[in-house]
């Protein structure tokens, strides 16, 4: 027995697709942020180490993100990321946030952040 009915305080809640995908839905639509929930979860530990280990973290939105340039970039194939990715390169860690910006198609709700000068870190920053 529930005590109440369901309540969450976003636009959207997070389901896991038909494929495995982990994805965010509003009830109209659905767009996966990443190809399993395991990736998501990479994603989220990728993040703590990232923002942990960098002396500099940069956060650009909206048309900016389309100026990034991910020249010399590799994926971090462990994130599986759909629309939702990460890319390291060197001492820089960068994540790119497209899918909420997909889901409410509001292209100014993406971002990159950008985490700089990473030298010590984890192993799985460590490559």
């Known amino acids: 027995m529930l005590a109440d009915t369901e309540r969450y305080s976003m ?4 389901v896991v697709g038909p494929g495995g995908e982990f994805a965010i ?4 639509s659905q767009v996966a942020l990443h190809r399993s929930v ?7 530990a990728l993040e703590w180490s990232a923002a942990h ?4 973290i940069v956060t650009i939105h909206g ?3 389309d100026d990034l340039d991910l020249t010399g970039f590799e994926p971090f194939d462990e994130v599986a990321g759909v629309s939702d990715t990460w890319w390291r390169r060197g001492d820089t860690v960068v994540a790119v946030r497209c899918g909420e910006a997909l889901l409410f ?8 952040t950008l985490y700089e000068g990473i030298v ?6 460590d490559y």
């Open 11 to 14: 636009d959207y809640g997070f």
């Open 63 to 65: 048309e900016a993100v």
């Open 38 to 44: 395991a990736g998501w979860i990479e994603a989220l």
């Open 105 to 112: 198609g509001h292209p100014a709700s993406r971002s990159a």
């Open 53 to 56: 280990c960098s002396p500099r």
């Open 120 to 125: 010590e870190a984890p192993i799985y920053l």
């Open 25 to 28: 839905e509003n009830g109209v």
